[in-house]
């Protein structure tokens, strides 16, 4: 099946900084999804890009479908400790959507 | 808009009973809903997808006998867990894409020990 690589798996950064974290795979996926989870939770989806190149703003997150249609990226500007949590992105190739491992995000005060 | 529920958020059961799991979309119709399994610090593992009014689809490897699934009407699914062992412990979600969309809404999941 459809190999999704997400990184990096974890973060630690200082709060007020911007962070970085990207998915890439294997086939061409039709839709990208990002989600977060805080812990205990479901999932909660925070962007959702349907077109490649397409670039989509949430507050202070912004995500990309990579032009290839094989990558997508998400930023978070000016982390604050509300941040906290694990980002997941999806692909959809086309029908089943299948998720990366995560990226453990830590925002220090 | 798009909320999902899942019903219990927490349960505990002794070996061998089985369980019950719902899962409501609150304020949209799904024709498909999906069930996921979660183990700490792991990704979501989908264990099967549930379409209204027929048999749901199990992945490699879950069984099907032994997770029933049931999604009698556009708004809800549910899992049971029968004849549950501790290994069955873990945290399930569901979640739900409305009718014509792709994406997916996720419960809030329900944690399952089994003792």
């Known amino acids: 099946g459809q190999q999704l690589n997400q990184s990096p798996q974890s973060m630690f950064i200082q709060e007020g900084e911007d962070v970085s974290m990207n998915c890439t795979s294997s086939s061409i996926f039709n839709t990208w999804l990002w989600y977060k989870q805080d812990p205990g939770e479901g999932p909660v989806l925070l962007i959702a890009?349907?077109?490649?190149?397409e670039l989509t703003s949430n507050g202070r997150l912004t995500a990309q479908f990579g032009i290839t249609r094989k990558d997508s990226f998400l930023n978070i500007s000016a982390s604050i400790p509300s941040d906290v949590g694990i980002y997941f992105c999806?692909?959809?190739?086309?029908?089943?959507?299948?998720f990366g491992a995560g990226t453990r995000l830590t925002v220090k005060p | 808009g798009a909320v999902v529920s899942q019903h219990p958020s927490w349960v505990i059961c002794k070996s061998g009973t089985s369980v019950k799991i719902e899962c409501r979309s609150l304020?949209?119709?799904?024709?498909?809903m999906f069930w996921y399994r979660q183990f700490p610090k792991q990704s979501l593992m989908l264990m099967a997808t549930s379409n209204e009014g027929s048999k749901a689809t199990y992945e490699q490897g879950v069984e099907k006998d032994k997770f029933l699934i049931n999604h009698a009407s556009l708004t809800l699914s549910t899992l049971t867990v029968t004849s549950a062992h501790p290994e069955d412990s873990s945290f399930y979600i569901c979640s739900a894409s409305p009718q014509g969309r792709h994406e997916q809404y996720f419960g809030p999941g329900t944690r399952l020990t089994v003792t």
């Open positions: 890009l349907y077109k490649a190149g």
């Open positions: 999806a692909g959809l190739p086309p029908n089943d959507m299948r």
């Open positions: 304020d949209f119709q799904a024709t498909t």
